[in-house]
């Protein structure tokens, strides 16, 4: 039997390639597709508006169908929506937003007590893959001689919301507790001085329509690492948080990462 599923912010840049991606596999059935009811293409077939052809499914705020999971994609009051639809449905919650406040971020750790929830800045393999690799550069850094001075650069599409993303947050978060590091700043100007090594900074880029690259440095007297992901369009994603959906329905409450899903 196919794993029902609802999608959150379904005419979203995201939500889009979900209802896609989603509507084709087999092993999925796309059930339910929830917008925000200011949109304005609130109540249109959730197809037509992905751009594959008319589904029967509209983007709605509220249905009589039960599924076992949700994804979200949409921005942190939609987040919030889709922890209580999810908890309200026992279903699985898959939670993709970026840029949640930390009354969301404690909402979501309590909803793991009553249902299984996957959450990830980024779904994509590669990204999570380069998460790990970056681990073993920290771990392995931390203490040579002369130091080693970690920047993150991030580049994205204009309309992005939140800055700096979600995935150069936690890739700075994995570093920063392999390194003992305890300072983040965001960008510099003026004159800020010599560089402390107990620091990480970050840098947002936002230009066209870029789907998302990271770049982590390690910059030490006489050499230099970088390790960059990029994404070449949004499927990454969304093939990651299907996968994801297929993972967490039925399985027992509790907060699950990308690595559990891919095994990493
Ligand atoms: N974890 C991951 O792998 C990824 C996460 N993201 C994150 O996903 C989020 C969405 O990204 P995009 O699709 O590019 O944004 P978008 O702005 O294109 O889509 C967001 C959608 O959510 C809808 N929405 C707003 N309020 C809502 C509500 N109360 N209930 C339901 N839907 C509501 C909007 O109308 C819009 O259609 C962002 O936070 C982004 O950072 C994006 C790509 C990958
Ligand atoms: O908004 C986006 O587009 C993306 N957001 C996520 C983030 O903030 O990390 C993931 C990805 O980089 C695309």
């Known amino acids: 039997m196919p794993i ?5 912010g379904a005419a979203g840049r995201m939500g889009q390639r979900l209802v896609a991606l989603g509507s084709e596999d087999k092993s999925l059935e796309l059930v339910a597709c929830f917008e925000y009811s200011g949109h304005p293409k609130f109540g249109q077939d959730a197809g037509d ?13 509220q249905t009589d ?15 919030h929506a889709a922890i209580e639809r999810a908890v309200q449905a026992k279903a699985a919650l898959v939670m993709a937003t970026t840029g949640l406040e930390e009354q969301h971020k404690a909402k979501i750790r309590e909803a793991a007590n009553v249902i299984p ?12 893959l380069t998460m790990k690799l970056c681990e073993i550069a920290a771990d392995a850094l931390k203490d040579i001689q002369g130091g080693a001075d970690v ?10 919301e939140d800055s700096p993303s ?39 880029i936002r230009t066209g329509d870029n789907p998302g690259e990271h770049t982590i440095i390690f910059g030490l007297l006489g050499e230099t690492m970088e390790l960059t992901v990029r994404a070449s369009n949004r499927d990454c994603y969304a093939s990651g948080a299907l996968q994801a959906a297929k993972f967490a329905a039925g399985k027992k409450p509790g907060l699950y990462s990308m690595n559990d899903v891919l095994g990493l």
């Not at 029902?4 to 959150?8: E, F, G």
């Not at 929830?117 to 999570?128: E, F, H, L, Q, R």
């Open 4 to 8: 029902t599923i609802a999608i959150n």
């Open 49 to 61: 508006v992905a751009g594959i052809g008319e589904l029967g499914l509209h983007l709605v705020d």
């Open 65 to 79: 169908e039960t599924y076992e999971a949700i994804i979200d994609f949409s921005v942190p009051e939609g987040a």
């Open 117 to 128: 929830i996957v959450w990830a800045p980024s779904m994509s393999t590669t990204v999570n």
């Open 151 to 160: 920047e993150i650069m991030e580049r994205h599409h204009r309309y992005k």
């Open 166 to 204: 979600g995935t150069a947050l936690r890739f700075g978060e994995l570093i920063a507790n392999k390194m003992g590091i305890t300072k983040h700043i965001h960008g510099r100007e003026g004159r800020p001085g010599k560089r402390p090594h107990d620091e990480i900074a970050y840098h947002a």
